[in-house]
């Protein structure tokens, strides 16, 4: 063999000892790797993401996760076996210095957990280490829920004293624990977690593993229905090395993402106070108030408080006052807005919402052309028996309203007046009346973010409950199951929004990792509902129930608002005794009239005094709420641009002339008169943009003077210095005089002055 030979041969030899190196390397390594990897499932443990949190719409905190901490520490782990200490046998230390050394730095651990954790004395602490460290035990607990910042300094102060380098194994287990910083406010929308006992099942390096954990669920309002979003994935707590010094979990836990709700905790406040306010007043059993944006459907507020005893926090003890009475509390205890009714009575169904269900008969006669707003209806004498074996139909004014239009008979709501129209028209045809409902959608579930929701049911000819009269019932708001006041409020915002009729949604935006992921927009559950020439009639029939009907009494000169009074029987069919008739009041309509922007409803159930009508009971909360909103929302001032200015010169109340011609020549609003008032006192009028006095003389001391239209700074002078004395009544200026005129009178005499602005 040549040298050129032996070379190449060489070099081929070099080249294939390298792959066989390289492989060996890499079989090697891959063995390295795979040997961290678990056998036993008791060496597994699964990482529990943070659940993500619940902001209002204006970015205030509603629902958190706050971190705490199981701080274990493994005193086995100490131990270096040396027979003999404290009298029993252990395991050795190095020397017989290092056991002591050790012994009186676990004094001093004990002494600083017990300044952190003052639960136990430090000698309990410090007797618990020891045996802990003589029995070899597994591991100690040394608080089951610290803070971040008691487990921080628990960990400094080990680093710092050596005791983390074979001596004790310091861990911590982070949990977590639901927070709701606004506590009772839109509780049930917001909703409810519990931690429950769940299995995950997941492979790890090719093997299949189960896993027993403890979850937090959400069960009710947005923390149930956004559970999964919320809840994020859970990670596998072994890991598995990747380089020589870099490490990381089998599986990474996700943590949950966070929910911007559509509630407005400004706008929450308002009718959670109003709405608790108005309960208390009346004694009502429950109550609850719903804002919605008209455009969007997006729910602003919304409260449900239910009439609750008062239990002591930790005994749950029922709480009585000084008079041995039971006390109560309003409190968030079911999503009535939802259609849920209480949890505290078996069996028990939604009230029928009565009058404000008329709308959506109106609609239906409107949209059949069987009626036009000016039809005019006999309402008889305010009662009438439709069926012999039915409820007689009754007004609430005795006599009746006679003969009136279809647009009247909404406005004063006409119990008589909307049942004969409906009648009338479709007693002949009566499921195509019920069909006409249907249409609106009312009879179908709207899919709302709140698990629990109800399906309404209007029931249809040939349906078991049907009878003769149901469609005469169902007229005027009665016989309906399930009939929630978000249905009806996503009715009413239909015609508020012209027509369009939006679902009602609870969220604007999901975000996860600081990245926005969703956006909710407006849901369209139908373009139009009916024709443009029924909205509008139906919207001035409600702008007639406010300007002239039985909304009348709250017409506000601020803003122009729209809507329906209703006042429902509860119970009607079963009670004997019809003294004890309870009802339920509500009103829901749409501000500003003009361009709506948010619909409300309100409902109050079975109040006990100050009325048992919508108008008198769920109306005064409505019109509080708007007032509230337009007054401190700028969107609603009205904006004045390239305005002239007018100076307008304003009259003087009677008075002396030096000081309210001072008064004038100080705002250059100089008077022209004919000559100078003899008198001192004078009164004013506005002639040709100008100020002219007219004089005016106070009578003799012996008689009372006129001094209606002055001020208190003039009139009591004028009295008191003719020896009478004065009394008071009111504010403002001098209206009405006890004694008149011209009377005589003796000194002393009481003269009473009654005054208003």
Not at 443 to 464: C, L, T, Y
Not at 500 to 510: L, N, T, Y
């Given at each position: ?151 921080a300094k628990i960990q400094d ?248 239009t279809v647009q009247q008979a ?22 195509k009346f019920i069909e006409g ?321």
């Amino acid at each position: 063999m040549n040298k050129s030979n032996s070379k190449i041969l060489w070099k081929v030899g070099l080249i294939y000892g390298l792959i066989i190196i390289a492989i060996i390397i890499i079989i090697v390594r891959i063995f390295v790797l795979h040997s961290y990897k678990p056998i036993k499932d008791n060496s597994l443990q699964v990482i529990i993401p943070k659940r993500g949190s619940i902001y209002s719409s204006d970015k205030k905190i509603l629902a958190i996760s706050i971190p705490y901490y199981e701080i274990q520490l493994s005193p086995h782990h100490a131990t270096e076996k040396y027979k003999k200490n404290f009298g029993k046998e252990t395991e050795k230390f190095k020397s017989y210095e290092d056991s002591v050394l050790f012994f009186k730095r676990v004094d001093s651990l004990a002494v600083f957990i017990n300044e952190i954790f003052p639960q136990k004395t430090y000698q309990k602490y410090k007797s618990d280490l020891e045996r802990g460290i003589i029995n070899k035990s597994k591991y100690y607990l040394l608080n089951s829920k610290a803070s971040q910042s008691q487990f921080a300094k628990i960990q400094d102060y080990c680093k710092k004293r050596d005791f983390l380098k074979g001596k004790f194994v310091l861990s911590a287990k982070t949990k977590y624990e639901r927070n709701y910083p606004f506590e009772n406010l839109g509780k049930r929308t917001i909703g409810t977690t519990n931690e429950i006992q769940t299995t995950v099942s997941d492979s790890v390096l090719d093997d299949f593993y189960t896993f027993n954990i403890k979850k937090i669920k959400g069960e009710a309002g947005l923390e149930g229905y956004f559970d999964s979003l919320l809840g994020g994935n859970p990670g596998i707590d072994f890991f598995e090395r990747i380089s020589k010094e870099s490490w990381k979990p089998l599986k990474e836990s996700k943590d949950g993402a966070d929910l911007y709700s559509s509630i407005n905790i400004f706008m929450q406040e308002i009718i959670d106070y109003e709405l608790e306010k108005q309960l208390i007043n009346t004694d009502a059993e429950w109550g609850t108030a719903v804002l919605m944006e008209v455009e969007t459907g997006k729910v602003r507020a919304i409260s449900n408080l239910e009439k609750i005893t008062k239990r002591d926090p930790i005994t749950k003890k029922i709480i009585k006052n000084k008079n041995d009475s039971i006390e109560y509390i309003y409190s968030e205890t079911v999503n009535f807005a939802a259609g849920n009714a209480s949890n505290r009575k078996q069996n028990s169904r939604f009230p029928d919402p009565g009058s404000t269900f008329k709308l959506a008969s109106v609609i239906v006669a409107l949209e059949d052309s069987v009626v036009t707003p000016e039809t005019i209806i006999n309402t008889e004498n305010g009662e009438y028996q439709f069926f012999s074996d039915s409820k007689k139909v009754v007004d609430t004014k005795k006599g009746g309203y006679g003969k009136i239009t279809v647009q009247q008979a909404f406005e004063y709501s006409s119990n008589v007046g909307i049942t004969k129209m409906i009648y009338s028209n479709y007693r002949t045809q009566r499921n195509k009346f019920i069909e006409g409902l249907y249409k609106l959608k009312l009879n179908e579930p709207i899919g709302i973010m709140i698990p629990g929701e109800r399906s309404p049911k209007i029931k249809n000819v040939g349906d078991a409950s049907w009878t003769a009269g149901s469609f005469v019932q169902i007229a005027y708001g009665y016989e309906l199951e399930n009939m929630s006041p978000l249905r009806l409020l996503t009715l009413y915002n239909a015609i508020a929004n012209n027509g369009k009729m939006v679902k009602p949604i609870f969220a604007d935006s999901i975000v996860q990792n600081k990245k926005t992921t969703q956006i909710f927009n407006a849901e369209i559950i139908s373009a139009e509902i009916c024709s443009q020439k029924t909205i509008k009639s139906v919207q001035k029939m409600l702008e007639g129930v406010v300007e002239r009907g039985t909304a009348h009494r709250y017409k506000s000169e601020n803003v122009k608002f729209a809507g329906k009074t209703g006042t429902a029987q509860i119970d009607y069919a079963q009670l004997k005794d019809k003294k004890e008739m309870g009802y339920y009041c509500s009103f829901v309509g749409y501000f500003p009239v003009e361009k709506p922007k948010y619909s409300i409803f309100v409902g109050v159930y079975r109040p006990r005094k100050h009325g048992n009508e919508g108008s008198t009971v769920a109306l005064p909360i409505f019109k509080r709420i708007i007032d509230k909103i337009i007054s401190t929302s700028p969107e609603f001032y009205q904006k004045i641009n390239n305005y002239n200015s007018i100076n307008i010169i304003p009259t003087a109340k009677k008075g002396n002339f030096f000081e309210i011609n001072n008064i004038y020549q100080k705002f250059n609003l100089l008077p022209k008169h004919t000559n100078f008032p003899s008198s001192e006192w004078v009164t004013t009028k506005i002639i040709n943009d100008s100020v002219v006095y007219q004089e005016f003389e106070i009578s003799s001391k012996s008689i009372v003077p006129n001094v209606c239209g002055m001020c208190l700074k003039d009139a009591i002078p004028i009295l008191e210095e003719r020896g009478l004395k004065v009394k008071i009544k009111g504010k403002g200026t001098v209206k009405k005089q006890s004694i008149k005129q011209g009377a005589k009178f003796t000194k002393g005499t009481t003269i009473i002055l009654n005054l208003s602005i």
